[in-house]
């Protein structure tokens, strides 16, 4: 008797010991997790896009002639007018070129004047037949070979002034040294780049952009171009003037150039700028790719109730992933709330203790 007496008090006690422990499994947990509230993008901006400013046009001057270069009178940055002398070649053996064209030249004239006179003396005589006519064809003939040596010896010389002119490196048009190649004192080969002279007056903006995006770039997208040493100096692109056809071999980019109207005073030569681009999108709606997850197949996020403080799984379209984030275009709105991490430890109706992207902890909103 005593045994099932004691028996019967142990069994009373583990009653509700049991009760308390199935009451406590049947409440769910409270889950701290991570979320955001949502933004609907219309709007989607690329870049920035490193550039420079440079000039449409630009010349790499050198020399007609073989020669050694005895002066350079302009280095990077300066500025030259029409006409300015930007270089010289030792002129020595074209000016002894000069002067035995001018002693041809005097030469030749000096013997046309004697074919001259000798034609004015024979003519009469060969009138009145004292000349036979034979004789003066001769005469007449030697006058006309006179005159065609004149007019070479002419020809030749203006060849020798001009090989001495080329001696004398000029600008052809006002404009900016953008780049020197040769010392003073070094031997040159015709064609030889000297310097490059750029044109300031017409500017645009040069950026390189990856492979892909360059093959969608149309005349009128919008361009935002901010100056890299003055965030307040910016402008617009007037449109895409051109895009490289090839692409480099390394970074795989292409060079894309932007026409600029009326560039303020701080768009100099060569300064650096970073390029944005906007273009409209349909609604979309950018998300850590660890909000998401899967469930039959079909990509799915938590969606928390502001009120009730629960979440609730919903079907979602993601459109695109890239670098960690996806892009949602259908099943959520804006302003709601969705589980970022955490998101495989949650089941339907559970309770939820949030805190958003900064790790501010509070209640869903």
Wanted: proline share 7%.
């Amino acid at each position: 008797m005593m045994r099932r007496r004691t028996g019967l008090w142990v069994l009373a006690l583990m009653v509700p010991l049991a009760a308390c422990k199935e009451d406590k499994e049947a409440a769910p947990p409270i889950r701290p997790v991570l979320s955001v509230k949502t933004e609907v993008r219309t709007t989607d901006t690329l870049g920035p896009f490193a550039g420079s400013i440079q000039p449409r046009y630009s010349t790499d001057f050198s020399f007609r002639l073989f020669g050694r270069m005895v002066a350079r009178l302009v280095n990077i940055g300066s500025i030259v007018k029409q006409g300015d002398e930007i270089a010289a070649l030792d002129p020595a053996v074209q000016s002894i070129l000069v002067r035995n064209a001018e002693a041809a030249v005097a030469g030749a004239e000096a013997q046309l004047a004697n074919t001259q006179a000798e034609e004015s003396r024979q003519r009469p005589l060969v009138e009145r037949n004292i000349t036979p006519q034979a004789q003066f064809d001769l005469i007449v003939q030697n006058r006309e070979t006179a005159a065609a040596n004149l007019t070479r010896a002419k020809a030749s010389l203006r060849r020798a002034q001009d090989a001495l002119s080329f001696t004398q490196l000029r600008a052809d048009f006002a404009g900016v040294v953008t780049g020197v190649y040769i010392d003073a004192g070094r031997v040159v080969n015709a064609g030889q780049r000297i310097v490059t002279i750029a044109r300031p007056d017409v500017r645009e903006a040069v950026i390189a952009v990856p492979n892909a995006l360059a093959d969608t770039l149309a005349a009128g997208d919008p361009f935002d171009i901010v100056v890299d040493l003055d965030q307040t100096v910016n402008m617009k692109a007037t449109a895409v003037r051109g895009v490289d056809p090839t692409a480099d071999p390394i970074t795989r980019t292409r060079i894309v150039f932007l026409t600029l109207t009326d560039p303020p005073p701080p768009f100099r030569l060569g300064i650096t700028i970073s390029v944005t681009m906007t273009k409209p999108v349909p609604p979309r709606v950018d998300l850590p790719a660890t909000a998401l997850f899967e469930q039959n197949g079909k990509p799915q996020v938590w969606i928390v109730d502001p009120t009730s403080k629960t979440v609730s799984p919903r079907e979602v379209t993601v459109e695109a992933r890239d670098d960690g984030m996806v892009t949602v275009t259908a099943g959520i709105k804006a302003g709601e709330r969705v589980v970022t991490v955490g998101v495989h430890s949650l089941t339907p109706g559970q309770t939820v203790k949030i805190a958003d992207a900064a790790g501010q902890r509070g209640s869903a909103k």
